[in-house]
Each structure stands twice: as structure tokens, then as C-alpha cells.
């Protein structure tokens, strides 16, 4: 059971790291469609990065519940807890090296990303194999954590908040509009 685990977790982290890398130009690519702009990213702030991770984590999630649910009862709410672990490491490690450089550096922003994954789905291993969050209302708050994320990334990227974490460092604006 663990080996499988460890499998499902190892290509979760892949087709994440993947479907991030591709998700950054999809809206490029698409020619600014609205509907690529719900899972892609906008423009170059810190948010659209994040949401970069989040939309792989939130479609494996949904896979591996169905798969891995009956196994692991706790799989929403490790999730959940993964997901905005994974989602943290972002703007911490982001804002820490540039803060330590004074300017970033693209082969270290996409490190970023990577190591970002990985702790989610190094979390997510680590707490479902010892069967932690296994309450019921855990599992709700799981699912709604989950939901409420996928919610605030669309919506904020429609209707962002004139926050640093929501600005484009490349042209200054927000959301949608850059």
C-alpha cells in the first residue's frame, strides 16, 4: 500500500511540475482567452504563480480521491493542508531570496516552483501514510478549504486586490488587465 502510495504522490509531483510549466504560457498561447486565464497565469505577480501550482494539485487531488480515497479516508483534508503548504512556500521562498539578492533570478524562480511542489507532495506523503487529519469535519473543511482556493484564484485574477503579492513586477498592474 505504501509503494503505491509513493507512486501516485511521485506522479502527482511530475504531472504538477509539468502542467505548471505549461499552465505559465497557456494564456499567451491561447491569445488572452478568458477561459485559459481561469487556470493559467495573467501576468508575472507572485499570485498567478501560485496559482500555477495550485490548479495541477487541485485536478490530481480530485483523481487521487477517487483512487486513493477508500485507503485513505484522510486524503481531503491532508490535502488541503498540503495544498497551502505547497501554495506558502511560494511567496516565502520567493520573497526571501529576492529580498536576500535584491533581484530574482529565472533559473531560481522556477526552483521555486519545483521545491514548492515537491514540499506539498512530500506533506501530503508524510501525512497520509501516518493517517493524520482523519476526522470527519476534517474532511469537510478539507473539501472546502479546496473549493475556496479554487474560488479566490479565479476570482482574483478577474477582480485582484491592489496587494504586492497580486502586482505584476513587469508592468505594474493587476490581474486580468496586464
Known amino acids: 500500500m505504501r509503494k503505491r502510495l509513493f507512486f501516485w504522490e511521485l506522479g502527482g ?6 502542467a505548471g510549466v505549461l499552465l505559465h504560457f497557456t494564456y499567451d498561447w491561447s491569445g488572452g482567452n478568458v477561459l485559459a486565464a481561469v487556470f493559467s497565469a495573467v501576468n508575472e505577480s507572485t499570485w498567478e504563480h501560485m496559482k500555477l501550482l495550485f490548479f495541477p494539485l487541485f485536478l490530481c487531488a480530485l483523481v487521487e ?9 484522510n486524503f481531503p483534508a491532508v490535502r488541503a493542508v498540503s495544498t497551502l503548504a505547497g501554495l506558502a512556500l511560494i511567496p516565502v521562498l520567493y520573497y526571501t531570496y529576492t529580498g536576500v539578492l535584491g533581484r530574482h533570478l529565472l533559473w531560481a524562480d522556477i526552483a521555486v516552483f519545483f521545491l514548492a511542489d515537491l514540499g506539498a507532495f512530500w506533506l501530503d506523503f508524510c501525512l497520509l501514510r501516518r493517517g493524520r487529519l482523519s476526522e470527519p469535519w476534517q474532511q469537510v473543511a478539507g473539501l472546502a478549504v479546496l473549493w475556496a482556493l479554487a474560488f479566490c484564484f479565479v476570482w482574483c485574477t478577474f477582480r485582484p ?3 504586492a503579492l497580486w502586482q505584476d513586477p513587469v508592468t505594474g498592474l493587476y490581474g486580468i488587465s496586464s
Do not use: R, S
Not at 509531483?13 to 509539468?18: I, K
Open 161 to 163: 486586490p491592489y496587494v
Open 65 to 73: 480521491m477517487c483512487v486513493l480515497g477508500k485507503n485513505y479516508p
Open 13 to 18: 509531483f511530475l504531472f504538477a511540475a509539468a
